[in-house]
């Protein structure tokens, strides 16, 4: 780094003056609002602990005013409880202070009674992760949860609950308070309050309840209580409705849930809404004397299948997006915010509702395996920077004065505990892709100056900009900076801060200096400073890089200040983890792929992170410090001018092997013999149900609706018999299932197609007149609906409401009815496999009799390959083992994509070591590629693959299946032990 040094010239005389003139207003108001205070402590606590209490500004932790800033993530959805540890390592990285957790009651509860909290379910696992990373938690149970789970995250055996879900009955009140009870076992010992600590810090009530039914809300209050939930409850009302804001069953706190860009991903420049303060205007009429939160703030979107797939969500929900939206609700006041997905993870086997497919990538900052994107460096900007300036937490609202007000709208916000002001700024048209110039009035200690002064201060296309004026900061006073701060630390001699705005933008940034006559300003020449009556101003353009400005003598008892100038794609790879979280120091370090951490032992700073390749970096130490470690191994650092020290982490490519698929040795096997008019289902279960507690209505007698017999999940066989005559002519099938559904059907052992769910019938058949005939119809399902209307959608059924013989009148229908039998998964309910549990298996034979599991004996089966040369027509089964081995200090994620030709539909399931990852649709998309987390997946041996392809038109033929790796870190991943995965023999 070349350094000149600056040229002092003298600031306008007319600036000068207007600034000392206009000094004593602000002052004076700072000091009015700073006598309303005092005196008055308006802090509320819910009467149980003072650990977690609130005013109007923010949430409280032991008397300290933070921004909570949580992002929401489902341990159910990453079936590998040590990548919980790393996916919260990660939240922290990018400075999360919280996390939020759903807790799905249907994946732990299989049966009434019957719960599960071992293995991948092990709960307090995600709490050891969260407290490990040092993470708040919001715990939310429900019971209710909604995310695109099946029913909502109830457990399918509610189905058969005769009174309405999420009201005060006897019945639905008895089976909450069962999952009640069991959950709070864990969420009453990971509560903040308890003597040894815990990570929970705010626990939820039920989840955008809408069904107005206030004893029903206060109940599930008084049952948290009850099993002694300490901590403050919350309640996130589905949009501005003021549902529950007092009254029975209202919350400590609360607040709303708000999704801007909508859930069509499919025009994602699109953007709907207009800025606005419609947020701060409900949150000062609503609830003036709780902090405003968003418990749910939109961080991605789903995908439905069929749908543009996640990069399409990725591009609508971006950095961008997270600029605008996430300052905006900063101006508006929030100082709670939650982002819906943080990590979205996998919709593994069944869990997922019909709505979206299996990967829930969700378009996340932390993508399915656990990549950063552009936006989490964005939120990590954000967030350091939230976490750093504390007078942003406690602030009014405040109309500045801008030019250029047609284009774009600037919230002014002033903190109440300090003089600083603080200006939001976006585009009044909140997608606009315009240049536009605006100056700000702005109102401060040290004069009304109109900025900038002499440069432009831009918003170019979709940006928005949180300016900082009249802030102390270490040792320092900065007058205002028209570009943004990540964070600022003082490091020992000097203080540094860290700013940023897009490259080739026009910066000025503006101190007041301790008084001495003069300052000496080291820097390149792409920096201007003029220094005039103690206040020094740097103007300068934003580089490709960072220019660092080094101002000797800057501050209080002159110390020393290093300002180091980013670019944006720079500044989206600057770090500056926690070093000390009592004294709320930092290190700073630019460059890395991902940091995880940093300590501090004598003279050294540890960091652990991941690098994607060979990366130069750039690290301010603090004093004293005088050597660094990158996951353990010492760097070699050159110390460069004013302790900006540098150094190169070095990559070395991995050996990563694996097999290639496409040349392994596959076994096949016909899988549905179910078809034949002679398989024997003596075994299998007679659908005799004359009644049903579904919300569907049936057409005929037995129900036929596969729930009502205890199956739940994947797929259902049907079988009925009937006797032939001459005047049946056919019969006709009504299939009710949720979308991306499929139905195929057989008479004797001849197919007769395959269809979405609706109405089918079938005539000119070959019928046996004189004896038996076999309906043979399997249901490919894709979960249960939601019941987000709270009005028992979740019970719509799977299976048929109709299904008659033809050329009979309704009497003779009566009589010759159809004799009908129902096989789901092995056991029902009765899993036969606890340990992957309710949704990982439904009825198959291939599913029913193990052959999805590592150790099944298909010595005997075909040889095969994949891509298949042959078009097969029933369900077909192939399996393989493959190696895998990624060498110590590398994450390497890996995913299995099937590349397909095939024109004709079929549907299929993914077992890796017998764990369901992946349901595929050649015919509906999107996903084409499947991730198979650590853990499941073994990395350094052998794994077990079994596909199913289930052809929906007559016959099908796969295509490639090939394993992939998204990416190679070299990484500080930790440990990852291989997750019980029962085998064949084990089934026994
Ligand atoms: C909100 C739900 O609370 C959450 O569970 C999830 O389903 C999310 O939507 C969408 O991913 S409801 C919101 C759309 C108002």
């Given amino acids: 780094m070349v350094f000149v040094k600056g040229v002092l010239t003298s600031i306008s005389l007319a600036i000068a003056a207007v600034a000392s003139v206009a000094a004593r207003p602000a002052q004076l108001k700072f000091e009015k609002r700073q006598e309303d205070q005092q005196g008055i402590d308006d802090t509320s606590d819910n009467g149980l602990t003072e650990r977690v209490t609130w005013d109007s500004y923010t949430l409280k932790l032991d008397g300290e005013r933070v921004f909570l800033f949580s992002g929401e993530f489902h341990y159910f959805r990453l079936p590998s409880p040590d990548l919980w540890t790393d996916i919260l390592q990660k939240f922290r990285a990018l400075d999360y202070n919280g996390v939020s957790f759903y807790f799905n009651w249907g994946y732990h509860s299989p049966k009434k009674g019957v719960y599960n909290f071992d293995g991948v379910r092990d709960v307090q696992k995600a709490f050891d992760a969260a407290e490990e990373a040092d993470l708040y938690v919001i715990s939310r149970a429900g019971p209710y949860i909604n995310a695109e789970t099946d029913c909502g995250g109830f457990p399918s055996w509610l189905m058969d609950m005769r009174s309405p879900a999420r009201y005060s009955n006897e019945e639905y009140n008895a089976n909450r308070k069962e999952w009640l009870t069991e959950i709070n076992k864990f969420l009453v010992p990971n509560q903040i309050t308890n003597k040894k600590g815990g990570p929970i810090i705010l626990n939820q009530l039920e989840n955008e309840y809408t069904g107005h039914d206030a004893e029903y809300m206060e109940a599930i209050k008084q049952k948290f209580l009850a099993d002694g939930i300490e901590v403050p409850s919350i309640f996130n009302d589905k949009g501005m409705n003021n549902y529950f804001v007092n009254g029975t069953g209202a919350p400590d706190i609360y607040g709303f849930d708000k999704y801007p860009a909508g859930f069509d991903c499919s025009n994602p420049k699109k953007w709907a809404t207009n800025a606005s303060t419609e947020y701060m205007d409900y949150y000062a009429i609503t609830n003036p004397e709780q902090p405003s939160a968003l418990w749910e703030f939109q961080g991605g979107a789903f995908d439905p299948w069929n749908g543009p797939g996640y990069s399409a969500c990725r591009q609508m929900v971006n950095e961008q997006y997270a600029k605008i939206y996430y300052k905006s609700n900063y101006g508006q006041g929030v100082r709670i915010q939650n982002h819906y997905m943080t990590y979205g993870g996998i919709s593994w086997g069944g869990l997922a509702t019909p709505s979206v497919y299996t990967s829930y990538d969700y378009g996340a900052p932390i993508s399915e395996p656990g990549l950063m994107t552009t936006k989490a460096y964005e939120v990590k900007l954000q967030a350091t920077f939230l976490h750093t300036v504390k007078p942003f937490l406690a602030t009014e609202y405040f109309e500045p004065k801008i030019d250029n007000s047609d284009n774009i709208l600037v919230l002014g916000r002033a903190s109440i505990e300090a003089p600083t002001k603080f200006y939001v700024a976006h585009h009044l048209n909140t997608p606009s892709d315009n240049l536009d110039e605006f100056h700000v009035t702005v109102n401060t200690t040290d004069g009304f100056f109109n900025i900038p002064k002499s440069s432009k201060l831009v918003l170019n296309g979709r940006d928005a900009k949180v300016l900082v004026a009249d802030y102390d900061f270490e040792s320092q006073h900065l007058v205002y900076s028209t570009s943004e701060i990540f964070t600022h630390q003082d490091v020992g001699s000097y203080d540094v801060i860290v700013v940023y705005a897009y490259e080739k933008e026009e910066g000025?940034?503006?101190?007041?200096?301790?008084?001495?006559?003069?300052?000496?300003?080291?820097?390149?020449?792409?920096?201007?400073?003029?220094?005039?009556?103690?206040?020094?101003?740097?103007?300068?353009?934003?580089?490709?890089?960072?220019?660092?400005?080094?101002?000797?003598?800057?501050?209080?008892?002159?110390?020393?200040?290093?300002?180091?100038?980013?670019?944006?794609?720079?500044?989206?790879?600057?770090?500056?983890?926690?070093?000390?979280?009592?004294?709320?120091?930092?290190?700073?370090?630019?460059?890395?792929?991902?940091?995880?951490?940093?300590?501090?032992?004598?003279?050294?700073?540890a960091f652990t992170g991941d690098i994607d390749q060979t990366t130069d970096i750039q690290v301010i130490l603090p004093r004293a410090i005088t050597s660094i470690t990158w996951n353990g191994k010492k760097v070699k650092l050159h110390k460069g001018d004013h302790s900006i020290w540098t150094g190169t982490l070095k990559f070395t490519e991995p050996e990563v092997k694996y097999t290639d698929l496409t040349k392994a040795k596959w076994k096949y096997s016909p899988g549905s013999p179910e078809t034949d008019s002679d398989f024997d289902d003596s075994e299998w279960t007679t659908a005799d149900r004359l009644t049903t507690n579904s919300v569907t209505t049936s057409d005929t007698l037995p129900i036929l609706y596969a729930d009502d017999y205890g199956y739940h999940t994947g797929s259902i066989w049907f079988r009925g018999t009937f006797n032939g005559s001459s005047e049946i002519t056919g019969f006709n099938l009504t299939c009710i299932s949720g979308a991306a559904s499929a139905w195929m059907v057989w008479l004797n052992g001849e197919?007769?197609?395959?269809?979405?769910?609706?109405?089918?019938?079938?005539?000119?058949?070959?019928?046996?007149?004189?004896?038996k005939n076999v309906i043979s119809a399997l249901l490919w399902t894709t979960g249960h609906e939601e019941d987000g209307g709270s009005n028992d959608a979740y019970k719509t059924a799977r299976g048929f409401t109709s299904a008659k013989l033809l050329g009979l009148n309704d009497d003779q229908n009566q009589t010759a009815s159809i004799d009908w039998k129902i096989q789901g998964n092995l056991g029902g309910e009765d899993l036969a496999d606890p340990v992957r549990g309710a949704y990982n298996e439904g009825g198959l034979y291939g599913e029913r009799y193990g052959w999805h599991l590592p150790g099944f004996p298909d010595s005997k089966w075909e040889d095969a390959s994949i891509p298949e040369e042959k078009s097969r027509t029933g369900v077909s089964w192939y399996r393989t083992t493959f190696d895998v081995d990624i060498p110590e200090g590398y994450d390497v994620p890996m995913s299995l994509r099937y590349v397909d030709e095939t024109k004709t539909?079929?549907?299929?399931?993914?077992?890796?070591?017998?764990?369901?990852?992946?349901?595929?649709?050649?015919?509906?998309?999107?996903?084409?590629?499947?991730?198979?987390?650590?853990?499941?997946?073994?990395?350094?041996?052998?794994?077990?693959?079994?596909?199913?392809?289930?052809?929906?038109?007559?016959?099908?033929?796969?295509?490639?299946?090939?394993?992939?790796?998204?990416?190679?870190?070299?990484?500080?991943?930790?440990?990852?032990?291989?997750?019980?995965?029962p085998s064949y023999q084990d089934r026994q």
């Fill in 905 to 981: 539909r079929y549907r299929s399931l993914l077992f890796l070591n017998g764990w369901q990852l992946g349901r595929y649709a050649n015919d509906l998309g999107p996903q084409t590629q499947f991730y198979l987390p650590r853990g499941i997946l073994n990395t350094s041996g052998l794994n077990t693959l079994a596909v199913a392809v289930i052809p929906i038109d007559e016959a099908a033929q796969i295509g490639k299946l090939i394993l992939e790796p998204y990416k190679v870190l070299q990484s500080a991943i930790p440990s990852v032990d291989s997750v019980e995965s």
């Fill in 751 to 771: 197919y007769l197609g395959g269809f979405d769910v609706g109405s089918q019938e079938f005539r000119n058949l070959d019928i046996n007149i004189k004896g």
């Fill in 508 to 605: 000025e940034f503006v101190i007041k200096t301790g008084g001495k006559r003069n300052v000496k300003v080291e820097t390149n020449d792409s920096v201007t400073s003029e220094f005039s009556d103690g206040v020094l101003q740097l103007t300068y353009t934003h580089p490709n890089g960072t220019t660092p400005v080094y101002i000797s003598g800057a501050g209080k008892k002159n110390k020393d200040l290093l300002v180091l100038i980013s670019g944006y794609e720079t500044a989206l790879l600057w770090w500056a983890p926690v070093i000390d979280k009592k004294k709320d120091t930092r290190v700073l370090i630019n460059g890395p792929y991902l940091v995880r951490s940093a300590y501090v032992s004598r003279s050294s700073v």
